[in-house]
């Protein structure tokens, strides 16, 4: 009898993640895995482009759920995705990171019964105004199996109550998707497009509701970027929630202002992977971003005050600055006379993450 797992992701940081744990699966040929998408990200650039650089098949099942606030948009994977699990009955529904679909996907696993695995699990940015912090904690409650990324999620889920012969410290499935793309997505010279070489430019991401959704945070971390422009030019990828924000607060003139600061559309994974692996420092507050920052030693500035990944800090690569414009431009400064280096990678972000779930769903679900 094959084993079936069920893969659930929607948003573009779980697809960088689901990645490698589909590739390490395909080892075992007793297992069978089904992939969903929820639609969370549906733009081209936002989810089809990242598919095809990260040599994802075909969805088995597109719930086409997205948009929406988050109740809304939570409430319709709910509802698409019970069906779909009625129907395929799997083995265990493996979820990733923090984002809706995965909250979503786990309380529909939970109530029909089925086992759970949270990849990433445990991290902590103990803020509860992020929504994704309220994703993590109720997706490990509800899990069985905890895959995390860093000793101190451990910890996290040790005082959460999670008994500690569930939860497997494997790594970071993003440094093995990663370690396996930058010497191809480097040698696409993306910088080139923009007139720009290698270690000339910086790179500036901003999507994160706390800081995009109201127009004063947005316009004090615009204008705190366009200070960093004028010492180093910054390239902006502006995902959509932004672009869609900056319009509405009439703020779109910005970017087309003769500053150093680069509005560009979002970019596919490789193009962006090799964007920053060629970059002198990042601004950025996405969580992701500042674990790939760590992983390619690019000093990063996190326009958060704080953040799950504990451990960025801790190699000594990345700064948290908040929000203040005064702070990100000192951190910037800073990144840019090479006061910051990373000194170290965390352990087990070796590339070699999802080879060590694979491992332990076998053994848990007899692979063979
Ligand atoms: C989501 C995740 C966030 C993750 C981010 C990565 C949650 C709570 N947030 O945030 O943790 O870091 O993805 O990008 O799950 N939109 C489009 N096209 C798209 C996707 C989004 O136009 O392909 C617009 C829509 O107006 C949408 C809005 O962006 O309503 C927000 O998208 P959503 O998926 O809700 O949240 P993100 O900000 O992308």
Not at 29 to 46: A, F, K
Not at 144 to 167: E, K, M, Q, W, Y
Not at 180 to 196: D, F, I, Q, S, T
Not at 197 to 205: A, F, I, K, P, S
Request: some cysteine.
């Amino acid at each position: 009898m094959p084993v079936k797992i069920l893969h659930v992701v929607g948003a573009r940081p779980n697809f960088v993640k689901a990645a490698p744990v589909l590739r390490a699966l395909a080892a075992y040929p007793r297992c069978r895995s089904v992939l969903v998408h929820t639609g969370q990200h549906y733009d081209r650039e936002m989810s089809s482009v990242l598919f095809a650089d990260l040599g994802l098949p075909d969805p088995d099942e597109h719930l086409g759920a997205g948009g929406g606030t988050h109740a809304g948009q939570t409430a319709e994977v709910m509802v698409r995705l019970e069906p779909v699990l009625l129907a395929h009955r799997p083995d265990l529904v493996v979820v990733f990171g923090d984002v809706n679909s995965t909250l979503a996907a786990a309380l529909v696993a939970a109530k029909l019964g089925l086992p759970i695995a949270h990849v990433e699990a445990g991290l902590r940015s103990f803020d509860r105004t992020m929504p994704e912090e309220i994703n993590r904690v109720v997706t490990d409650l509800l899990a069985g199996l905890h895959f995390t990324p860093t000793a101190d999620a451990d910890d996290n889920l040790r005082s959460a109550g999670i008994a500690a012969d569930r939860v497997h410290l494997v790594g970071n499935v993003m440094a093995d998707t990663l370690l396996g793309a930058v010497a191809e997505a480097r040698a696409r010279r993306v910088c080139r497009r923009w007139g720009l070489d290698e270690g000339g430019y910086g790179v500036l991401t901003l999507h994160r509701a706390g800081n995009v959704d109201d127009p004063a945070t947005l316009s004090a971390l615009l204008a705190a970027a366009a200070r960093v422009a004028e010492r180093i030019p910054l390239v902006f990828p502006v995902h959509p929630r932004t672009r869609l924000r900056m319009a509405e607060s009439g703020l779109a003139p910005l970017l087309g202002a003769p500053t150093g600061l680069c509005a560009v559309e979002p970019l596919g994974y490789l193009d962006f992977v090799g964007l920053l692996a060629g970059a002198r420092l990042v601004l950025t507050d996405s969580g992701g971003v500042q674990a790939e920052s760590t992983i390619v030693g690019v000093p990063c500035v996190t326009l958060r005050e704080r953040t799950e990944w504990v451990v960025t800090v801790e190699c000594g690569g990345n700064q948290l600055a908040g929000t203040d414009p005064d702070r990100v431009l000192a951190c910037a400064e800073r990144a840019l006379a090479g006061a910051v280096a990373c000194h170290s990678r965390p352990p087990l972000w070796d590339g070699r993450a999802a080879k060590r779930i694979a491992a332990v769903l076998a053994r848990e679900l007899g692979l063979g």
